[in-house]
């Protein structure tokens, strides 16, 4: 299985919502990743679990909170957004070196009203 | 920031002509990466490079890497309509920096 998934593909919420974004592989890995992409960019770093603990935050507002339940799911929860917030999160992971390639989800298309 | 540029920023051709990306970073690499990814879904990896090497082939895919111009070429030759999408170059850095760090990307289109 080389595949990783994420729920749900979309998400509306307004801004006093609290919503949780899943991911999920059973390829073993043990880097995780959060991106978040807009239109016509380039994703962009949000979070790196490494062996289950948070190894990067990349200045991250906090209304965006991680979480690495085991070392097969990540959950991204999410509360008190702004529309600006409104992208594409991308969830990935790989084997165990942080340099090799990254297997990616479709991603979750977030807007916030 | 070492991210990538990526040149050019949009690229259309005819479907059976080779397509070629560029990508120049800015800092020494461990290794560049080559992604593809369908309007609005996730990337799919292409082809990993390491620093000491100059060129890898994968199918109708080839990877060339500079390090002393810090830039990376993608050629897809005999293009088919399934090739578009855009194609990012993504960077790891030289001591082990955990991040991969994307370039701006190429928006290719195969016409029929």
């Known amino acids: 299985d080389t595949e990783v998934t994420q729920t749900p593909k979309h998400l509306v919420m307004g801004m006093t919502n609290k919503k949780s974004l899943k991911c999920e592989q059973h390829?073993?890995?043990?880097?995780m990743y959060w991106y978040k992409q807009k239109a016509k960019k380039p994703p962009e770093l949000m979070f790196v679990y490494s062996y289950e603990k948070l190894s990067i935050n990349e200045s991250v507002p906090s209304r965006f909170s991680p979480e690495c339940p085991n070392s097969s799911l990540l959950n991204l929860h999410l509360h008190a957004l702004q529309p600006e917030d409104s992208a594409l999160y991308l969830c990935a992971s790989s084997r165990r070196d942080r340099q090799e390639t990254q297997y990616f989800g479709p991603g979750t298309r977030l807007l916030v009203l | 920031s070492q991210q990538g540029e990526e040149d050019p920023q949009a690229l259309s051709i005819q479907e059976g002509e080779n397509a070629t990306m560029n990508c120049s970073y800015k800092?020494?690499?461990?290794?560049l990466q080559w992604y593809r990814q369908n309007s609005g879904r996730g990337l799919v990896h292409l082809i990993l490079i390491r620093s000491n090497e100059r060129e890898k082939h994968s199918g109708r895919l080839r990877v060339t890497l500079d390090t002393s111009k810090k830039s990376s070429s993608l050629l897809i030759t005999a293009s088919r309509a399934a090739d578009t999408a855009s194609y990012f170059c993504a960077t790891v850095g030289e001591f082990g920096n955990e991040k991969l760090t994307f370039g701006t990307g190429t928006r290719l289109t195969i016409i029929p």
């Open positions: 800092t020494s690499i461990n290794n």
């Open positions: 390829m073993g890995h043990r880097a």
